[in-house]
């Protein structure tokens, strides 16, 4: 009984943790990403996609055609805000809490930096997108990290995905695509473009600061010694190797596949330490982004 109470107090303090480090790691990841769309994106009036890129389109059509500013933070919280309902009487309370902090917050915060941010690099639109995707991406990768979101297309892709025979990720390029259309016939096919590229820069980088800069080999060795393959990995690499249980189907015949993890400077060693137990294995290496566990990074550890 002791132990169980222990057990749930512990696990109460772990998620207390957490639910701290990731909504401070979601208002870092917001101001940052704020401060991207005020510094560069939004004065050079580049629409990179989602809510926030058809706000900035919505502003300068307002500006120019009818002389009318409206805050662009506004016109995303009244954006995400209609979808937010959409998306509650459509699945229900599902969204979480995090969900609705990340809009609010995010647009608070455009509106509130507006004024102190710089225009940055309002000579040079390339510059300007490939700064501005950087910063965006670095802050709502730290978003995503968190386990959050600030709204927008991946709530019209979650509404969408059960409608249509596509993927949440392609409905999201998709949404992105019909914002670009409207930024090109409001602001020009140019300046839509630019937009464009930054939505690219902005997603790899989002995918660089969830995976991490580190890239590790992930190696599957199909020979036929298996077993002191898998021997000199372990003692002479230190690595952990696991069997796996293969069949060749043009032999027919039953096999053993190895299957280990190294790190970059390892795939020489592992390659040349292949070789000499089995000089015909067939290897396959491939790039691994995170790897989590004994020998490597800490399971929960940045999570």
């Given at each position: 009984?002791?132990?169980?109470?222990?057990?749930?107090?512990?696990?109460?303090?772990?998620?207390?943790?957490?639910?701290?480090?990731?909504?401070?790691?979601?208002?870092?990841?917001?101001?940052?990403?704020?401060?991207?769309?005020?510094?560069?994106?939004?004065p050079n009036k580049?629409?990179?996609?989602?809510?926030?890129?058809?706000?900035?389109?919505?502003?300068?059509?307002?500006?120019?055609?009818?002389?009318?500013?409206?805050?662009?933070?506004?016109?995303?919280?009244?954006?995400?805000?209609?979808?937010?309902?959409?998306?509650?009487?459509?699945?229900?309370?599902?969204?979480?809490?995090?969900?609705?902090?990340?809009m609010i917050a995010?647009?608070?915060?455009?509106?509130?930096?507006?004024?102190?941010?710089?225009?940055?690099?309002?000579?040079?639109?390339?510059?300007?997108?490939?700064?501005?995707?950087?910063?965006?991406?670095?802050?709502?990768?730290?978003?995503?990290?968190?386990?959050?979101?600030?709204?927008?297309?991946?709530?019209?892709?979650?509404?969408?995905?059960?409608?249509?025979?596509?993927?949440?990720?392609?409905?999201?390029?998709?949404?992105?695509?019909?914002?670009?259309?409207?930024?090109?016939?409001?602001?020009?096919?140019?300046?839509?473009?630019?937009?464009?590229?930054?939505?690219?820069?902005?997603?790899?980088?989002?995918?660089?600061?969830?995976?991490?800069?580190?890239?590790?080999?992930?190696?599957?060795?199909?020979?036929?010694?298996?077993?002191?393959?898998?021997?000199?990995?372990?003692?002479?690499?230190?690595?952990?190797?696991?069997?796996?249980?293969?069949?060749?189907?043009?032999?027919?015949?039953?096999?053993?596949?190895?299957?280990?993890?190294?790190?970059?400077?390892?795939?020489?060693?592992?390659?040349?330490?292949?070789?000499?137990?089995?000089?015909?294995?067939?290897?396959?290496?491939?790039?691994?982004?995170?790897?989590?566990?004994?020998?490597?990074?800490?399971?929960?550890?940045?999570?």
């Amino acid at each position: 009984m002791v132990k169980r109470i222990l057990t749930k107090a512990n696990a109460a303090t772990v998620l207390k943790h957490r639910r701290v480090r990731d909504y401070t790691f979601m208002t870092v990841g917001i101001l940052i990403t704020a401060w991207g769309l005020n510094a560069f994106l939004i004065p050079n009036k580049l629409a990179a996609g989602g809510v926030s890129g058809l706000a900035t389109v919505f502003y300068y059509l307002f500006q120019e055609q009818f002389g009318v500013t409206v805050p662009i933070g506004m016109q995303m919280l009244v954006m995400n805000g209609i979808l937010l309902v959409l998306g509650i009487s459509k699945k229900g309370w599902h969204y979480g809490a995090k969900t609705v902090y990340g809009m609010i917050a995010m647009s608070v915060a455009v509106d509130a930096l507006a004024p102190f941010t710089p225009h940055l690099a309002s000579h040079d639109q390339l510059l300007a997108v490939l700064y501005g995707g950087a910063v965006t991406g670095i802050g709502m990768g730290l978003v995503f990290k968190a386990r959050g979101n600030t709204g927008g297309t991946d709530i019209v892709a979650q509404l969408l995905v059960e409608k249509v025979n596509l993927g949440i990720g392609q409905l999201m390029l998709i949404a992105d695509a019909i914002v670009t259309l409207v930024a090109a016939v409001v602001l020009g096919p140019d300046l839509a473009l630019y937009g464009a590229v930054a939505v690219f820069v902005m997603g790899a980088v989002i995918d660089l600061v969830q995976e991490g800069l580190s890239v590790d080999k992930a190696a599957f060795i199909i020979c036929d010694e298996p077993g002191r393959v898998a021997d000199a990995v372990m003692h002479q690499l230190g690595r952990g190797a696991t069997g796996l249980v293969a069949k060749g189907l043009y032999s027919g015949e039953a096999r053993e596949m190895v299957f280990t993890v190294v790190s970059r400077r390892e795939i020489g060693s592992l390659k040349a330490l292949v070789h000499a137990v089995d000089p015909k294995a067939f290897v396959v290496i491939a790039d691994v982004h995170e790897v989590l566990g004994e020998g490597f990074k800490e399971i929960g550890a940045g999570q």
